[in-house]
């Protein structure tokens, strides 16, 4: 949030979990959140979005997303590591839950256990953004030669060459063995692509 520009306030009852962040915060503040006081004093409806960012204490992680709302904060962002904890946070003023460390996880299971995955981001509904090379057959042909949405229902959204990524690249851009595609697509559709890859 910080490297793209947003003000942030960081807030932990432990001094020593903000001094790493003091010289790139907004600011920093060090109180108990589950004190609708210390809370109060934080001002959270002026804030466009409160993020709930406590894992091993889901008592407090449910007050305060509570609490925030109570406050006024327009938008509540909570970490739960169950889906049980979901629902309760999403009952009790939640806006958004999000699973970091399994969504982690699962991203890692997907790019390590696929060959030929350089990387992998999940979308909705099945479809996912996968990084791959592409098969030796399509080297020096073009993107519209290929007619890769026609007969493999994925579509090109970027090419990685050299460091550098292309985003959207033009229908005649000749593909080259050392680049990384950026697909989207569902998984089987995919797997088919990468089976083919040797």
């Known amino acids: 949030m910080i490297r793209l520009g947003n003000e ?11 001094e790493d962040l003091l010289p790139v915060a907004t600011a920093a503040k060090i109180g108990d959140c589950t004190n609708e006081e210390v809370l109060k004093s934080l001002g959270v409806g002026n804030f466009d979005i409160c993020f709930v960012c406590i894992g091993s204490n889901f008592q407090s992680s449910l007050e305060i997303t509570s609490l925030v709302k109570e406050l006024g904060a327009r938008y509540v962002v909570s970490k739960a590591n169950r889906d049980i904890h979901a629902k309760f946070l999403l009952r009790n003023g939640a806006d958004e839950v999000i699973y970091p460390d399994r969504d982690i996880a699962e991203r890692l299971a997907v790019k390590h256990s696929a060959n030929h995955v350089f990387d992998y981001v999940e979308l909705a509904e099945g479809y996912s953004i996968f990084e791959i090379p592409p098969v ?4 020096g042909k073009s993107i519209q030669d290929l007619a890769v949405r ?9 090419i990685k060459s050299g460091g550098h990524l292309q985003i959207l690249p033009r229908a005649d851009r000749k593909l ?12 089987k559709d995919v797997d088919k692509i990468l089976a083919n890859i040797k």
Request: cysteine-free; aromatic content about 6%; charged content about 30%.
């Open 8 to 18: 942030v306030m960081i807030v932990d009852k432990e001094e020593k979990n903000v």
């Open 136 to 139: 030796a057959a399509w080297v």
């Open 150 to 158: 026609t007969k493999y229902h994925v579509s090109i959204l970027g």
């Open 176 to 187: 080259e063995a050392d680049d990384h595609l950026m697909v989207v697509g569902l998984k």
